[in-house]
Nanobody
Framework: QVELTESGGGLVQAGGSLRLSCAASGQTFSMYSMGWFRQAPGKEREFVAAISWSGGDTYYTDSVKDRFTISRDDAKKTMYLQMNSLKPEDTAVYYC??????????????WGQGTQVTVSS
């Protein structure tokens, strides 16, 4: 089992950058594939990015490609989401998730509590 805690959210102007972190507890972090999801007010939760357990495979939703970068540091048991060129439509609560298999669906077993990202125009 793994517990996840997001941090790094905040308020930023359009065009700015933020780096989200997802810190994990437990001994088996390196065995999990990880994902980032987001949920804007009044909308369903959507996939943002995912990274395989090895770090060798990454996936992004089209709207964040070339702006966001997902990465992981197994020694620190932490996953990151570097977000550049932020847009107001990126405003949402961002959640990290972990599971045995990489996926762009929300069928992950473990979830963090979320961190708010607000992009002002």
């Amino acid at each position: 089992q793994v517990e996840l805690t997001e941090s790094g959210g905040g308020l930023v102007q359009a065009g700015g950058s933020l780096r989200l972190s997802c810190a994990a507890s437990g001994q088996t972090f390196s065995m999990y594939s990880m994902g980032w999801f987001r949920q804007a007010p009044g909308k369903e939760r959507e996939f943002v990015a995912a990274i395989s357990w090895s770090g060798g495979d990454t996936y992004y939703t089209d709207s964040v490609k070339d702006r966001f970068t997902i990465s992981r540091d197994d020694a620190k048991k932490t996953m990151y989401l570097q977000m550049n060129s932020l847009k107001p439509e990126d405003t949402a609560v961002y959640y990290c998730a972990a599971d045995n298999s990489i996926s762009n669906s929300d069928a992950y077993n473990y979830w963090g509590q979320g961190t708010q990202v607000t992009v002002s125009s």
